[in-house]
């Protein structure tokens, strides 16, 4: 099964814009998508598809693609943004993969 | 509204087996897949597999195979993952997802609360 890779952990300054990456082969052919997961509690579905945002998530979280790595983009950080964030994408045997995830820090 | 319950927590000894539901409702129970998820303390997110509970279609992760089944009952739409051969390592938080399918890639867009599954002699 293919790998997807994340960076351990970023930070990034409240109303600053960060970028966390996801990177794997199956993302040449899947679109990724982003979970964020706070301490205690279940994931939550922040971004999917091309790039799209389920009801109720803020318009700061923004996806994008380009070859084998998928991004998402918070502009302008909040520090209810603190969090993990995973991505998920599918690998050539058609079964669901994680990242590694990102823990994000706001300072 | 839209949402999956999942059952209590559970304790098993070392080679036993358990069952967590997960219960939907809110929405047409065979429309969507569901999709099992656990996560180790500390740890990351791990995709199990999934089931189709209109075709009762299953597909599971090769760490799992032989170990997992994925059910459900539609009368009661519920969704159940058994996991047998228990060992120290299954110890995690068990969740259940609502699979929404697009073209080119899908999502997990609602999730169950989590089932913490301890596994200790």
């Known amino acids: 099964s293919s790998e997807l890779t994340q960076d351990p952990a970023v930070s990034v300054a409240l109303g600053q814009t960060v970028r966390i990456t996801c990177q794997g082969d199956s993302l040449r052919s899947y679109y990724a998508s982003w979970y964020q997961q706070k301490p205690g509690q279940a994931p939550v579905l922040v971004v999917y598809?091309?790039?799209n945002r389920p009801s109720g998530i803020p318009d700061r979280f923004s996806g994008s693609s380009s070859g084998n790595t998928a991004s998402l983009t918070i502009t302008g950080a909040q520090a209810e943004d603190e969090a993990d964030y995973y991505c998920?994408?599918?690998?050539?045997?058609?079964?669901?993969?994680f990242g590694t995830g990102t823990k994000v820090t706001v300072l | 509204q839209v949402q999956l319950v999942q059952s209590g927590a559970e304790v098993k000894k070392p080679g036993a087996s358990v069952k967590v539901s997960c219960k939907a409702s809110g929405y047409t129970f065979t429309s969507y897949d569901i999709s099992w998820v656990r996560q180790a303390t500390g740890q990351g997110l791990e995709w199990m597999g999934w089931?189709?509970?209109?075709?009762?279609?299953?597909g599971y992760a090769q760490n799992f195979q032989g170990r997992v089944t994925m059910t459900r009952n539609t009368s009661i739409s519920t969704a159940y993952m058994e996991l047998s051969s228990l060992r120290s390592e299954d110890t995690a938080v068990y969740y259940c997802?609502?699979?929404?399918?697009?073209?080119?890639?899908?999502?997990?867009?609602?999730w169950g609360q989590g089932t913490m599954v301890t596994v200790s002699s």
């Open positions: 998920n994408s599918r690998d050539s045997s058609g079964n669901h993969v």
């Open positions: 997802a609502r699979v929404i399918q697009l073209w080119g890639g899908d999502a997990f867009d609602i």
């Open positions: 598809g091309k790039n």
């Open positions: 089931m189709n509970p209109s075709s009762d279609n299953t």
